[in-house]
T-cell receptor, first 113, second 113 residues
Framework: QQQVKQSPQSLIVQKGGISIINCAYE??????FPWYQQFPGKGPALLIA?????SEKKEGRFTISFNKSAKQFSLHIMDSQPGDSATYFC????????????FGKGTKLTVNP | NAGVTQTPKFRILKIGQSMTLQCTQD?????MYWYRQDPGMGLKLIYY???????DKGEVPNGYNVSRSTTEDFPLRLELAAPSQTSVYFC????????????FGPGTRLLVL
């Protein structure tokens, strides 16, 4: 019940295309859902996060869609650029509970020029 | 403002050796974390601290110890290195508000042979 399932494992997109990464969770106590971006040799960095009181959050080319009833959330990268090539991790946590942030296994995104 | 710094960047240990991974943050954050990242896997929480003098176990604490004598420093100790501890270790910190906003260091790559 503590798992966050992330798909696909890898994704190749052409420049200008839309990248979509999906995550699913089971624990209904989760109430915040961040996405982290990690470049090779670097630590993860927070990209965007959403709380379950909204169904969508947009920051520039990055959008999180959240479906509370399905317990799913996804990251959409519009107009994907080669500089977006990185590994993306979804995560889920409980603001009122433990400090543990449960991470998905990651999606390696490659954007071809 | 250096953020979260980690040393060393890379280390090779022999089985049974001990070492300390250093982590320092200059953002005056109360919360600090240690994660390990294995290939193709998400991050797993090892230990965390909510303030100086207070530490607690995460998901995978066996084989590790931590201490938090100051707000800035959160070292991770491996007492008897085992091949299963070969991984990339990330330290992170956050302020007292949103749990999703963790700031990660660049990581320490550890190889146990």
């Amino acid at each position: 019940q503590q798992q966050v399932k992330q798909s696909p494992q890898s994704l190749i997109v052409q420049k200008g295309g839309i990248s979509i990464i999906n995550c699913a969770y089971e624990n209904t106590a989760f109430d915040y859902f961040p996405w982290y971006q990690q470049f090779p040799g670097k630590g993860p960095a927070l990209l965007i996060a959403i709380r379950p009181d909204v169904s969508e959050k947009k920051e520039g080319r990055f959008t999180i869609s959240f479906n509370k009833s399905a317990k799913q959330f996804s990251l959409h990268i519009m107009d994907s650029q080669p500089g977006d090539s990185a590994t993306y991790f979804c995560a889920a946590g409980d603001q009122g509970g433990s400090e543990k942030l449960v991470f998905g296994k990651g999606t390696k995104l490659t954007v071809n020029p | 403002n250096a953020g979260v710094t980690q040393t060393p960047k890379f280390r090779i240990l022999k089985i049974g050796q001990s070492m300390t991974l250093q982590c320092t943050q200059d953002m005056n954050h109360n919360y600090m974390y240690w994660y390990r990242q294995d290939p193709g896997m998400g991050l797993k929480l090892i230990y965390y601290s909510v303030g100086a003098g207070i530490t607690d176990k995460g998901e995978v604490p066996n084989g590790y110890n931590v201490s938090r004598s100051t707000t800035e420093d959160f070292p991770l100790r491996l007492e008897l290195a085992a091949p299963s501890q070969t991984s990339v270790y990330f330290c992170a910190s956050r302020a007292g508000t949103a749990k999703e906003t963790q700031y990660f260091g660049p990581g320490t790559r550890l190889l146990v042979l």
